[in-house]
Nanobody
Framework: QVQDVESGGGLVQPGGSLRLSCAAS????????IAWFRQAPGKQREGVSC????????YYADSVKGRFTISRDVATDTVYLQMNNLKPEDTAVYYC???????????????????RGQGTQVTVSS
């Protein structure tokens, strides 16, 4: 586990927005991509989104498509997850991690992700 990687979580009402940040430089500099995944209490990890470092290709889970946007700041090597129209079911701890293969990024499979950060809590509740 890598320390002080993710930030930006918090409590927000349904329909609100949050922007998460991932200090991607905390991971290996030659990582193919950076992904976000989440884990809610009692549930399995769910891949949310991934962005490749080479050309910025992006991938989204169906559950967040159209609401979440992943982006990167090349200068600071920071990856962002803009989350709009949040729903209670988005409540989870969110992590970023480098996928170990292009397939893991494309498939958003957390089983194929490397060392993660400590996570940031997102709670969507009225």
């Amino acid at each position: 586990q890598v320390q002080d990687v993710e930030s930006g979580g918090g409590l927000v009402q349904p329909g609100g927005s949050l922007r998460l940040s991932c200090a991607a430089s905390a991971f290996t500099l030659d990582a193919y991509a950076i992904a976000w995944f989440r884990q809610a209490p009692g549930k399995q990890r769910e891949g949310v989104s991934c962005i490749t470092r080479s050309d910025g290709s992006t991938y989204y889970a169906d559950s967040v498509k159209g609401r979440f946007t992943i982006s990167r700041d090349v200068a600071t090597d920071t990856v962002y997850l803009q989350m709009n129209n949040l729903k209670p079911e988005d409540t989870a701890v969110y992590y970023c991690a480098p996928p170990l293969s292009p397939l893991s990024c494309f498939a958003l499979d957390p089983r194929g992700f490397g060392s993660r950060g400590q996570g940031t809590q997102v709670t969507v509740s009225s």
